[in-house]
């Protein structure tokens, strides 16, 4: 449910620079066994057919719950966008929109403190009126299906606290818009949308480390081999952590999922424990190699991008629908203008009507990252970094998480040499924790730029640094086996010669 433009907004640059990589459900578990299936012979890895074998393993009974489950949410979506329609049409046609402006105006004198009372009053009260909507939704219906560990107190005290932070920025929000509105009569559509991506930006900077702590406890995984591998194979990606967080969802769902977050040169991988207690390691960094090409692949720049120009064009259509809503079935509103407080709910219901419009486009942007993601995540599964012919397939012990779903699982080689022989080279840039990253099979430009960035690095990291985005994106495009000259080297001497040992 929308409560204010701030929050509205927040939650569609979610959806579309995570997707549902965030909040993934038992679809988590099946995606990360999926990814962790292999051949037992040298035939290459094909991700359908390993998920029709996945598929195979569920009941038809589990299956038709899954499906029950994942379209009932697409009803609830309708039904979302009706609900919040009838509370603007409440809100406006009693005219008790009106009534709260008013009384805004009476307690102070100051603009943007009106705005911030009326963005009070109105969250609190639509927060009232769309309980029994979300008590459903994130309550009653999880139990239904067995996706909720929680009881009623503890929602609502995870309610509460959803309520304070949207008071806070919601407030914040109002301000701020309407004081652009105020300011800028004709183009205020045009500097709002400006104000609106620059709040949702503020969200994402500051979401790892002050908003999900409200909700979740998070602390460093204890030192371990998969803690090891984890952090190899985000320094292979270019992926600047030092720590691997686990949170405790588990007091909440029975979901299984992860998350590596960051914006302007910043990173955290973060796991929760549902996933670390219940995956297998294969599975484990299966699931991360997926949100690890979230932040390879620039997915939250680009969704802020993709957000940008929903957002302005949204904006666009609040500045031409507005004034002939009012003009029409709004006479009797008493909504001055669009500058008027009173017209708040008519803007949020417009603009979430806009998005619920544009519901295929969102959902298609969402799943062209989220395919990228999963290819990325093959490419740097643990199965594709195997030796060619060095290792078999081997089936997961019966006391290790997951082997009660019988999977075949490819794992790594007990040990991996420095430097393979040639005939076994993927084309991977060795890396000290044994993984290698995804660019060393880039060729001209990107080979060229993978040279540039050793010697730069040479004297102080010896080539574990950084490599290039045009070399990063290069395998998951033309999948080329040919490997660079770094890696095909003759001897290790003139291998350290060009700074990659």
């Given amino acids: 449910m929308s409560r204010t433009l701030s929050l509205l907004l927040a939650v569609l640059i979610l959806t579309l620079s995570a997707g549902p990589a965030a909040q993934a459900g038992e679809a988590d578990a099946a995606s990360a066994a999926v990814a962790a299936v292999a051949p037992a012979s040298a035939v290459p890895f094909d991700a359908e057919v390993a998920t029709e074998r996945y598929l195979a393993t569920l009941s038809s009974e589990a299956r038709a719950r899954s499906n029950a489950y994942f379209e009932g949410g697409y009803w609830l979506t309708l039904w979302g966008m009706l609900i ?21 105006e009476r307690l102070t004198r100051f603009k943007l403190l009106q705005s911030a009372l009326y963005a009070l009053l109105y ?8 309980l029994p909507f979300d008590a ?23 309610e509460a606290k959803g309520l304070a932070l949207g008071l806070l920025f919601g407030s914040l929000a109002a301000m701020a818009i309407y004081a652009v509105i105020r300011r800028a009569a004709r183009s205020w559509w045009l500097w709002g949308a400006m104000v609106a991506l620059l709040l949702v930006i503020v969200q994402i900077v500051i979401g790892p480390t002050y908003l999900e702590p409200v909700f979740n406890k998070f602390y460093p995984l204890p030192e371990s081999p998969l803690k090891a591998e984890i952090l190899s194979l985000a320094r292979a990606n270019s992926i600047p952590v030092t720590q691997v967080y686990e949170f405790d969802a588990s007091k909440q769902t029975k979901r299984m999922s992860a998350h590596v977050s960051g914006i302007f040169g910043t990173a955290q991988i973060s796991m929760n424990d549902n996933l670390m207690t219940r995956g297998s390691p294969e599975e484990i960094k299966a699931v991360l190699g997926h949100e690890m090409g979230h932040y390879v692949l620039n997915h939250v720049y680009k969704g802020v991008v993709f957000v940008g120009l929903v957002v302005v064009l949204g904006f666009a259509f609040l500045y031409f629908g507005f004034g002939r809503v009012v003009a029409g079935i709004g006479r009797g509103w008493r909504i001055r203008d669009v500058s008027d407080l009173a017209g708040m709910p008519l803007l949020l219901a417009l603009f979430g009507l806009y998005l619920f419009v544009l519901t295929p486009v969102l959902n298609t942007i969402t799943r062209s990252m989220e395919a990228e993601a999963d290819a990325f995540g093959l490419n740097a599964s643990p199965a594709r970094r195997l030796r060619a012919g060095g290792a078999a397939s081997r089936r997961v012990p019966q006391d290790a998480p997951g082997a009660d779903r019988g999977i075949p699982v490819l794992r790594p080689p007990e040990r991996l040499e420095p430097h393979p022989p040639r005939d076994a080279v993927e084309g991977r840039e060795p890396d000290d924790g044994g993984h290698c990253g995804l660019r060393c099979r880039a060729s001209g430009a990107g080979r060229r730029a993978l040279d540039r960035r050793r010697r730069r690095d040479r004297p102080r990291r010896l080539g574990r640094g950084p490599v290039s985005a045009v070399a990063r994106a290069t395998p998951a495009v033309r999948g080329s086996r040919r490997a660079p000259r770094s890696c095909r080297g003759s001897s290790r001497s003139a291998a350290a010669r060009r700074g990659v040992w």
């Fill in 84 to 104: 919040s329609l009838g509370v603007a049409w409440l809100l406006l046609g009693t005219r008790l929109s009106v009534r709260m402006r008013d009384l805004a």
């Fill in 123 to 130: 969250i609190a009260l639509t927060s009232l009126l769309t």
């Fill in 136 to 158: 459903y939704q994130g309550y009653f219906r999880e139990h239904q299906y067995g996706m909720s560990n929680q009881d009623l107190a503890a929602w609502f005290g995870d």
